[in-house]
């Protein structure tokens, strides 16, 4: 080439290059003032072959992946992320696990001792955008990818992919040959492109937990050995074909080696499925019409499994009476994994339990359909919106199958036991807020006891601020503003304050950001006059709350004595059958406070604060008058 030519092409590309980035920055600009800073969300579709080989444990895959933009921003890369690359030797889940102080029985040194041909791994053959091949860099389980093109705002663009992949031993979630002897818990298992949206990329490395993903549509064709049956997200689309897997009768059958199977799933954020060569496939039809499968291997408590299998189709109607419909034509109960994980439309659960803990694992993951599957939370951020959702849920579901003599009572609480194991805690003085990222937590139990422990006395709670038929309702609209998006936790509140007309910043910012304890005293009873009595409360601790102050008198008639905090600008409906006495608001600068109840001192039996328990008092001796040491 002369160098005139060289400087007339380099002046068109110039030109060319300056047109399309004038062009974005405009469109980008228009979008911004047109669109304004409403909600939004990404959009992914898959198309997802690939090809398994059971003697290797490995599998070739191509991936077709259709990217909508549908954020204000114009984007210049993407990210994906590649977990099975987690369970290699020295990776950030090896490490960060051998370095905690109390590391997962369930991983330990298993990452470490794993070789080449028990790691797992994604390799990535070839990837490009719109038919233009793309530069990318894998950074442990995260692909860096620098975009050929920008992708400006309301447009979309196509990713081809070709990787190849090797299934990791069981360890943690995904695996082969696990010790209940499922030969595939297949989660987490294709690169993956990672979530985008108002604060930007979200690019966790695996270290161990959680999820967070956009929301799309996936077709999955997976060609494996023919005597394997699968389970998994969404529906098989061609069950004539493959037989559902069982030793088919068609003749034809005899002379492959492979089937494939075809899923698809329509709005959902992940992907799961499993394959084992035993096991026995139930379906049973719920109430409203969708089919739930249940695979587990043919085993000696095949018999617990059908007693849990009639638990989890009782629980059908109450759930979706109290935490709003299920939205898709199938749900799969799949014996696998390493416990039990929820995944949209699926969990994987491990069974060699007994009937008591099948039922509250299948009830738990089933929760998680709701609070993780259909309300997609940032599970990183804020897993007690996942976890304390969905064990709140999963108590008051298991209450209600087993028919608790206790539902009707005025202070009914099935997560009482939390109360106990959060303040136990609280006292170590190890707690870490609820806001910190899942990762992040110093200590394992203290990211249990966050997401989990302290997650449902979270709701519990606040039955006892707001009053329970504003969460029990709350909680169904959060569901019908939220569902196939992604909260968070302002979401969360923003909901129930419209619903109870309370306010609720500080119960955020104390109970979510801090580890800030509640601590009342009843201080001092003293007679005011024959008629009356005076009543010195204390807050000993730093987080404010309302009184709901209970007097009994000796004759055995009770009075209720509501003080409500000042910054929660209102009061909670009485949800008790005991006259209520509203009181001036508590200012919570003010650690006293002095009220006069209309009972003479020598009638009094007893004083409390907060009978019902529902307030998370880490010391509940002072809260009684006379002391009950």
């Known amino acids: 080439m002369n160098s005139s030519n060289f400087v007339k092409k380099v002046i068109h590309r110039t030109s060319s290059y300056w047109k399309y980035s004038i062009f974005t920055l405009i469109f980008s600009i228009f979008c911004n003032i047109s669109w304004g800073q409403g909600y939004w969300q990404q959009r992914v579709e898959y198309e997802m072959d690939i090809d398994f080989d059971v003697k290797t444990h490995q599998f070739s895959g191509n991936q077709t992946l259709k990217y909508y933009n549908n954020s204000p921003d114009t984007l210049y890369d993407v990210f994906y992320h590649l977990y099975f690359n987690a369970f290699q030797p020295n990776s950030m889940m090896d490490v960060r696990n051998r370095s905690l102080p109390d590391p997962s029985p369930k991983i330990s040194d298993k990452i470490l001792n794993l070789d080449s041909s028990e790691i797992g791994y994604h390799k990535i053959?070839?990837?490009?955008?719109?038919?233009?091949?793309?530069?990318?860099?894998?950074?442990?389980?995260?692909?860096?990818?620098?975009?050929?093109?920008?992708?400006?705002?309301?447009?979309?663009?196509?990713?081809?992919?070709?990787?190849?992949?090797?299934?990791?031993?069981?360890?943690?979630?995904?695996?082969?040959?696990?010790?209940?002897?499922?030969?595939?818990?297949?989660?987490?298992?294709?690169?993956?492109?990672?979530?985008?949206?108002?604060?930007?990329?979200?690019?966790?490395?695996?270290?161990?937990?959680?999820?967070?993903?956009?929301?799309?549509?996936?077709?999955?064709?997976?060609?494996?050995?023919?005597?394997?049956?699968?389970?998994?997200?969404g529906i098989i689309k061609n069950p004539e074909a493959v037989g559902y897997g069982y030793a088919p009768e068609n003749p034809s059958y005899e002379s492959v080696e492979k089937l494939t199977w075809k899923f698809e799933a329509n709005n959902v954020h992940d992907f799961v499925w499993a394959a084992d060569r035993d096991y026995v496939h139930e379906i049973r039809k719920a109430e409203n019409g969708?089919?739930?499968?249940?695979?587990?291997?043919?085993q000696e408590d095949a018999e617990m499994w059908s007693k849990a299998i009639d638990y989890t189709m009782k629980a059908f109607p109450y759930i979706q009476e109290n935490?709003?419909?299920?939205?898709?034509?199938?749900?799969?109960?799949?014996?696998?994994?390493?416990?039990?994980?929820?995944?949209?439309?699926?969990?994987?659960?491990?069974?060699?339990?007994?009937?008591?803990?099948?039922?509250?694992?299948?009830?738990?993951?089933?929760?998680?359909?709701?609070?993780?599957?259909?309300?997609?939370?940032?599970?990183?951020?804020?897993?007690?919106?996942?976890?304390?959702?969905?064990?709140?849920?999963?108590?008051?579901t298991k209450a209600f199958i087993y028919d608790s003599k206790g539902r009707d009572h005025?202070?009914?609480?099935?997560?009482?036991?939390?109360?106990?194991?959060?303040?136990?805690?609280?006292?170590?003085?190890?707690?870490?807020?609820?806001?910190?990222?899942?990762?992040?937590?110093?200590?394992?139990?203290?990211?249990?006891?966050?997401?989990?422990?302290?997650?449902?006395?979270?709701?519990?709670?606040?039955?006892?601020?707001?009053?329970?038929?504003?969460?029990?309702?709350?909680?169904?609209?959060?569901?019908?503003?939220?569902?196939?998006?992604?909260?968070?936790?302002?979401?969360?509140?923003?909901?129930?304050?419209?619903?109870?007309?309370i306010t609720l910043d500080w119960y955020h910012d104390y109970w979510i950001n801090s580890t800030h304890a509640i601590d009342y005293e009843i201080h001092e009873v003293t007679p005011s006059s024959k008629v009356s009595s005076k009543v010195v409360l204390k807050r000993l601790q730093r987080m404010p709350m309302p009184i709901d102050l209970w007097v009994t008198t000796k004759n055995g008639d009770r009075q209720l004595y509501y003080i409500p905090l000042g910054i929660m600008r209102g009061e909670k409906p009485n949800d008790f059958a005991v006259e209520r006495t509203i009181l001036p608001d508590w200012a919570w600068t003010h650690p006293e406070y002095t009220l006069e109840i209309d009972i003479p001192f020598n009638k009094i039996k007893k004083i409390e604060i907060d009978a019902s328990g529902w307030m998370a008092d880490i010391d509940r001796k002072n809260n009684v008058f006379p002391r009950e040491d």
């Open 323 to 396: 935490f709003g419909e299920y939205p898709y034509p199938q749900f799969s109960v799949i014996q696998g994994g390493d416990g039990g994980m929820e995944y949209p439309m699926a969990t994987l659960i491990t069974s060699g339990r007994s009937l008591s803990s099948l039922v509250s694992v299948i009830i738990h993951e089933l929760m998680h359909q709701w609070y993780y599957g259909i309300l997609a939370n940032n599970e990183s951020y804020s897993a007690w919106m996942d976890e304390g959702f969905t064990e709140y849920a999963e108590m008051y």
């Open 125 to 233: 053959s070839s990837l490009s955008q719109d038919g233009k091949p793309l530069d990318y860099l894998v950074e442990g389980t995260v692909l860096e990818v620098k975009l050929a093109y920008p992708i400006p705002p309301k447009t979309s663009a196509v990713f081809k992919m070709e990787f190849q992949s090797q299934v990791p031993l069981q360890i943690r979630r995904s695996g082969r040959n696990s010790a209940e002897g499922i030969d595939y818990s297949m989660s987490q298992w294709y690169p993956k492109m990672a979530e985008y949206d108002t604060r930007g990329w979200h690019t966790t490395p695996y270290v161990n937990r959680e999820f967070y993903a956009p929301w799309g549509d996936f077709n999955v064709s997976i060609t494996i050995d023919k005597n394997y049956i699968l389970g998994g997200t």
């Open 410 to 501: 005025e202070f009914f609480n099935p997560v009482a036991s939390a109360y106990v194991s959060y303040i136990m805690w609280a006292k170590t003085g190890m707690e870490e807020p609820m806001s910190t990222h899942a990762d992040h937590f110093v200590t394992n139990n203290a990211y249990v006891v966050a997401a989990y422990t302290k997650g449902k006395v979270t709701l519990q709670q606040l039955k006892y601020i707001i009053g329970k038929e504003n969460v029990d309702e709350g909680l169904l609209k959060y569901y019908d503003e939220w569902k196939f998006k992604h909260p968070w936790p302002e979401d969360f509140f923003s909901v129930i304050e419209k619903q109870s007309g």
């Open 290 to 298: 969708f089919d739930v499968h249940f695979l587990y291997q043919k």
